[in-house]
């Protein structure tokens, strides 16, 4: 868990929608009223070596408080979260329209997305700065700086269809454009280069386990993004040696387990939307895949799940594992974690996110080896990631058939881990929810776009068609 920051105060540039992110007890900004407030404190104090602690509390805090918000959105355009509530914008979503920039719930997460990425370049240079002075007190701060960093740039590659970046407060960035979004992979892998240099030479197991894990996770994502874009349906599966390199040195350093690093929120730093307050106390939104304009509260309608009486929350999940043919264990698991209100997600509001794990790991390892006709390969890592879960029985190879089993493990490995858009529209598809019309039915790899707060305040971004 994130120990994050306890008061964030935004401030918007005058031309780029970027937001600043402001640490308590470290940054504050001007009152509109004139009055001594001891906690506001000048941005320059951020050049001072014992900030850099919080610094990067804050970085985390900004990231977790952007992947909170932006799953809610990503998630019910995908076949995980389906619309049970009153706002419309989440039923846009539903019915595949990803690419409205003023759908109200994209573009209040596109501004929690653009802070954390500014914040956590800001981080990293002026922990950088530390460092390179002889001053930094801890340098596991910068490692940490440098992970967060990644992680939000990672993010953005696989939600969006393009994005704004800008190292300046007030200057207008332009856009990276949609054919340039997979060069955000290569940014994050550069920090994680750094990182994993600093967590080696202070000797951190923990942190050389999270930022190898996360260089295999950016490393085989741009591989992916490349089946996206443009789309390939013929030869969907991915395959990056650096990926698998990655792949295998975390798992090395893991060295056994159900290794999983994740990202919770905290009460005091949560925004809105929140996935877990949308989810599971304002019940907006509810875990599976009920058809469209159908009033789902059966035991037959949904693909995953069996809702209560009133359709609106899960009442068990019933999607079978395909081996034994009987109801997924670690679907199970992912959505009572997320997805029912409970003591693990904070009284249902403050839902953990799993950046990367083991699972992942060896998911990069199986595909890879599929892509390259390597079928035993392929098996011995799924059953790598079934025997993480004893009641699992092995994978024979055969039935299902591997590429079905891939589809199978990734769904239930990576649900609602952000993931599950690419892989909808690479192995064909399609949510229930979709209308026949919709953009993501009749234009597969459309994402996320450059949102209205964005377009507004900027001038370099211009009008754009719906998507492609």
Known sequence: MITSITKIVRRRRAA?????????????????????????????????????????????????RALSGMLAPYSTLSDELTWVGSRDAYKELDDGTPSNPS??????????????????DQAVQLLEKFDADGTLPARVDLARSYLYAAIIYVSIADMFDDFVISSTKRDAGDPVGEQNMGTLYDKAVAYLDKGLVVATAINNTALRQQITAMRARAKFNKAIWAKVNPLNTAQPLANDAGAVADAQAALTLINGGDFKFKLTPLAQTTGSPVIGNDLNNRVELRAGDGPLQVRCNNATCDRYIVPNAAGKQVASVKYQDPVNNAVDPVLTAAITECCIKG????NGDLVPMTIVSARE????????????????????????????????QPYNGVTPAPRD????????NLWLQGRRLSDMYRFGIKSLEWAATSIAATKPGCFLPITTTERLSNPNVQPQTACR
């Open 16 to 64: 780029g929608g970027v937001l600043v992110a402001v640490i308590a007890g470290v940054m504050g900004c001007n009152s509109f009223l004139d009055v001594d407030n001891p906690n506001n404190v000048p941005e320059d104090a951020l050049d001072n070596p014992a900030a850099a602690a919080s610094i990067a509390n804050g970085s985390g805090g900004a990231v977790t």
């Open 343 to 346: 003591t693990q997600n904070g």
């Open 361 to 392: 790991m060896y998911l990069i390892l199986a595909e890879a080896a599929l892509a390259q006709g390597n079928t035993a390969g392929f098996v011995t890592n799924i059953n790598a990631i079934r025997a993480l879960n004893p009641g699992l």
């Open 103 to 120: 759908n109200e719930f994209t573009d209040a997460s596109y501004a929690y997305i653009s802070e954390a990425r500014y914040t956590a």
């Open 405 to 412: 089993m891939l589809i199978h493990e990734r769904l239930v």
